[in-house]
């Protein structure tokens, strides 16, 4: 069964850090591409960051503002998001997601989620003094 599961959230204070992991079962991530997601409650699920496996090129969503590193490790078929300078409003349920990734350079990571074609349970992230 293919399917990835995430790990890693949990409370933090404002200001500090978490890593994120997105574990894959059932495949190989090397042809994939991982998308982090997150949602607040009474919000819409957006799109955090996302990582063409294929080649390694990651990409950002604007309001990321240079504290959010999404990074892989193949040998342990796993993708990771650093999150660093937590603030309330970072508090959501994180998703990670994979679609079939291509070589294409025209290619890119798709940036809706239903665009995905796996989906993990989530991890809470909850930032509070």
């Known amino acids: 069964q293919l399917q990835v599961v995430e790990s890693g959230g949990g409370l933090v204070q404002p200001g500090g850090s978490l890593r994120l992991s997105c574990a894959a079962f059932g495949f190989t991530l090397d042809y994939y591409a991982i998308g982090w997601f997150r949602q607040a409650p009474g919000k819409e699920r957006e799109g955090v960051s996302y990582i063409n496996n294929r080649d390694g090129s990651t990409y950002y969503a604007d309001f990321v503002k240079g504290r959010f590193t999404i990074s892989r490790d193949n040998a342990e078929n796993t993708v990771y998001l650093q999150i660093n300078s937590l603030n309330p409003e970072d508090t959501a349920v994180y998703y990670c997601?994979?679609?079939?990734?291509?070589?294409?350079?025209?290619?890119?990571?798709?940036?809706?989620?239903?665009?995905?074609?796996?989906w993990g349970q989530g991890t809470q992230v909850t930032v509070s003094s």
């Open positions: 997601a994979a679609v079939p990734s291509s070589y294409s350079s025209s290619w890119y990571p798709p940036r809706r989620w239903n665009d995905y074609d796996y």
